[in-house]
C-alpha cells in the first residue's frame, strides 16, 4: 500500500498565536484555512513540501468545542501533536486492507477533509498510542 507522510496535527489554544509561531519558525506558508464542523475544528494548513502524489504540511488545529475530539485532547494532555496522517490513492480500500488487520477504524465511511480530501481515523490503541488519520488528496 503507497503511503506518504500528508501532514501533523497539532492541537492549539489559540490558532492565530501558533500559526505566528510555526510560520515564524520554520519559514512555512498559511496554504488554507478551514471550519470544520463535523470534525469540531478551526485549521490551517501550513505548507513544507511536494512530493509524489502530493503536499505535506503541519495542520494547526483549535478546538470549536471542550467536547470535541481536539478540545478534549487538549483537557487531558495540553498542546502538541493530535495525530500522523498518511497519504493514500484510495481512502476507501486503505479502510479495508488496514481494517482487516484488526486495526479499528473511528469512520463507518470517508470524511470531508482541509482542502478537498477525504478522510478517515484509526484508533489510537491499535496503532501504538498514535491517532492515524488516511488521507485521499483531491484529484487534479
Ligand atoms: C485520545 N487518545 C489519544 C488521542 N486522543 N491517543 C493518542 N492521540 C490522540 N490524539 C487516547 C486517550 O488518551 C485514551 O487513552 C484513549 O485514546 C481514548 O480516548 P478518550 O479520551 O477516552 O476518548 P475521546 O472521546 O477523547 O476519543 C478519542 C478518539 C477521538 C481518538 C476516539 O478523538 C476521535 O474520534 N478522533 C478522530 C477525529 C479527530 O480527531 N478529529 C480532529 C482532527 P487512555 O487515557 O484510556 O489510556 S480533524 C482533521 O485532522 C481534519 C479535518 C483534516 O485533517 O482534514
Ligand atoms: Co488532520
Redesign the pocket.
Known amino acids: 500500500m503507497f503511503m506518504r507522510i500528508d501532514?501533523i496535527?497539532i492541537?492549539c489554544r489559540d490558532l492565530e498565536e501558533k500559526i505566528e509561531l510555526f510560520s515564524r519558525t520554520f519559514e512555512l506558508t498559511v496554504v488554507a484555512r478551514?471550519v470544520?464542523e463535523e470534525?469540531?475544528?478551526k485549521?490551517a494548513m501550513l505548507h513544507i513540501a511536494d512530493g509524489d502524489g502530493g503536499g505535506s504540511y503541519i495542520?494547526l488545529?483549535e478546538p470549536l468545542s471542550d467536547d470535541?475530539?481536539?478540545g478534549?485532547?487538549l483537557a487531558?494532555?495540553g498542546e502538541g501533536v493530535?495525530?500522523v496522517?498518511f497519504g493514500v490513492p484510495d481512502v476507501a480500500e486503505a479502510m479495508t486492507t488496514i481494517g482487516e488487520k484488526g486495526v479499528r477504524l473511528?469512520d463507518e465511511r470517508p470524511?470531508?477533509?482541509?482542502?478537498g480530501?477525504r478522510?478517515a481515523?484509526l484508533?489510537?490503541?491499535d496503532v501504538g498510542?498514535?491517532?492515524t488519520?488516511l488521507?485521499e488528496a483531491p484529484k487534479p
Do not use: D, T, Y
Open positions: 501532514h496535527g492541537a478551514e470544520n470534525q469540531g475544528v485549521e495542520q488545529l470535541s475530539p481536539v478534549k485532547f487531558k494532555r493530535h495525530h496522517a473511528l470524511r470531508h477533509g482541509s482542502m480530501s478522510i481515523f484508533h489510537p490503541k498510542g498514535m491517532l488519520e488521507v
